[in-house]
């Protein structure tokens, strides 16, 4: 897990402390939170490392199918069931059994899920047989589980018994503060497997990607960089190597100001948050503001020297990551 911002040592601390139990597990995050790398790093710090990792994502399996792939069939159970085949459960045998995007599976087989679980046997289609099975399960989605359970789209018992640890993995957007060092990493991901000798983003190219909301998280950042380092004709990446919509952002159409605020706090929250639409970036802040890089900092200076004004949704002076790059 790449990062040291507190939302991510919390999820830490949450992996440390499920890894040794062999309680069920509920992962929780946005599409591209790295709900399956969690996932793995339960089962790679459990007494079950050893055992299969077996990932089986539900949303990706019709209806009709999904019994099939996760209990198995005995020879002649259907037309074309030619030999025995092992569902997930028994191919994760002694380990862990991944169930991603499980809330999207229909109710019936939650019901038969939850026998499973509570029983661990399984019934192979076409036997009557029950096989004992010793799994580790985790499950995972990206949907919001309460109102799924108000929807009747999840049964509450099948929350209820998987819901013994919970862990909540943070959208990128609330982690800014670790996207320099995602980029560090991934920037020498690709640049090893593209044999390039890419080092680093440049000021400018860092502080589009953290003022960036990444609707599709790790995930999204990861596509980004694979393809910057690929286009990438120097050592540092630089805007010119990210997508249009990084180099020309839209910036925000409203400033958050608090009723009755004087023209003075008024100026004040427009630079603060225009340096925090940046990531920081000073240069980037002043020309969009109009402004000198100069007299940008004389102001920011002023400013800070002043009583702290009303900051919404917690943004720091300096903008999200705190430091501020010029």
């Known amino acids: 897990m790449v990062g040291e911002s507190p939302a991510i040592r919390r999820v830490r601390s949450l992996i440390q402390t499920a890894a040794p139990s062999v309680a069920p597990v509920i992962i929780t995050g946005e599409s591209g939170t790295g709900k399956e790398l969690v996932a793995r790093a339960i089962h790679d710090l459990s007494s079950r490392c050893s055992g299969p ?14 019994e099939n792939e996760l209990f198995g069939h005995e020879r002649g159970a259907f037309t074309g069931a030619n030999g025995l085949y092992l569902g997930a ?26 026998r499973v679980l509570e029983e661990m046997t399984v019934r192979r289609i076409g036997s009557m047989k029950q096989v004992a099975v010793d799994v580790r399960t985790v499950a995972a989605t990206n949907r919001p589980l309460e ?42 991901e690709f640049s090893d497997r593209e044999h390039k000798h890419v080092e680093a983003a440049d000021d400018e ?12 998280n ?29 180099r020309h952002p839209e910036p925000p159409q409203w400033l958050k100001i608090r009723l009755g605020s004087s023209r003075a706090e008024v100026d ?14 000073k240069a980037r802040a002043a020309a969009m503001l109009g402004l000198s890089r100069r007299a940008l900092y004389n102001l920011l200076g002023r400013y800070e ?17 705190g430091t501020g790059n010029s």
């Open 89 to 114: 459960f028994e191919q994760a045998n002694g380990g862990t059994l991944v169930l991603d995007e499980f809330a999207e599976m229909r109710v019936e087989m939650q019901v038969k899920l939850l």
């Open 147 to 188: 109102q799924a359970i108000k929807e009747g789209r999840v049964r509450d018992d099948l929350f209820y018994r998987l819901n013994v640890f919970s862990i909540e993995l943070p959208p990128l957007r609330e982690r800014v503060d670790d996207v320099p060092r995602l980029v560090e990493y991934f920037i020498r």
């Open 53 to 66: 990792f077996i990932a089986l994502n539900c949303a990706a399996i019709p209806d009709t199918l999904i």
């Open 218 to 246: 790790i995930r999204q950042l990861r596509n980004v960089i694979e393809r910057a380092v690929i286009v990438s004709q120097s050592r540092k990446l630089s805007l010119r190597d990210l997508p249009r919509e990084f």
């Open 205 to 216: 190219c860092l502080g589009s990607l953290m003022s960036h909301r990444w609707p599709g």
């Open 305 to 321: 020297a002043q009583a702290p004004p009303w900051r919404p949704n917690g943004a720091s002076h300096n903008g999200r990551n």
């Open 268 to 281: 004040r929250e427009l630079i603060f948050q225009t340096v925090a639409f940046t990531g920081g970036n």
